[in-house]
């Protein structure tokens, strides 16, 4: 819904800019005084302004407050597993690895020494979710494992010499 919105609001703003355009091509043909049309339009053009400004600001807010990011895909009243996860050089300490198909999961996910990232993989190796891990800081990730098999938790931060060895893996059945 919010794409759309803001694919429609981004075409309106792009034809209108279009319009503006044509108009003026159109309009420089015609011979006239300049002196005129320059004390009318320098008056013009602040409402103008003033007005695009006012509109791009109350759009942008609408459409930002809708964004995804950082919402639970659970419903009210189905509270999740919470998941400590704690990432080290060079592994994950976590809480739980083992989830029922269609179990909402909050993940709690902090570093102990450096920032990490943080990458749940399916297993055809496409990425389902992530995040940041760091220090002093927790990051949380909701998801709902749809289907079972063996997911992959990778570092996705280049973190040290053995950063490639950085990964487990959790069951859901």
């Not at 992959?152 to 490639?164: N, R």
Request: charged residues 20%; hydrophobic residues 40%.
């Amino acid at each position: 819904m919010v794409q759309t919105v803001a694919w429609i609001v981004s075409l309106f703003f792009m034809l209108m800019v279009v319009a503006v355009f044509s108009f003026v091509a159109w309009k420089s043909k015609e011979k006239r005084e300049y002196e005129p049309i320059k004390k009318k339009w320098y008056k013009a053009r602040t409402f103008y302004g003033i007005t695009l400004v006012s509109l791009m600001l109350i759009i942008t807010i609408y459409t930002l407050r809708e964004l995804p990011y950082n919402q639970p895909v659970y419903g009210a009243g189905n509270d999740p597993t919470i998941v400590d996860v704690e990432a080290l050089q060079f592994g994950w300490n976590m809480s739980q690895t083992k989830f029922l198909v269609g179990e909402p999961v909050e993940f709690h996910v902090t570093s102990k020494d450096v920032n990490h990232g943080f990458g749940i993989y399916d297993e055809e190796m496409n990425m389902i979710a992530q995040t940041q891990a760091m220090p002093d800081y927790t990051n949380k990730v909701y998801i709902t494992f749809d289907e079972p098999g063996t997911y992959e938790i990778l570092c996705l931060e280049y973190c040290g010499t053995a950063h490639h060895l950085m990964k487990t893996k959790i069951e859901v059945k």
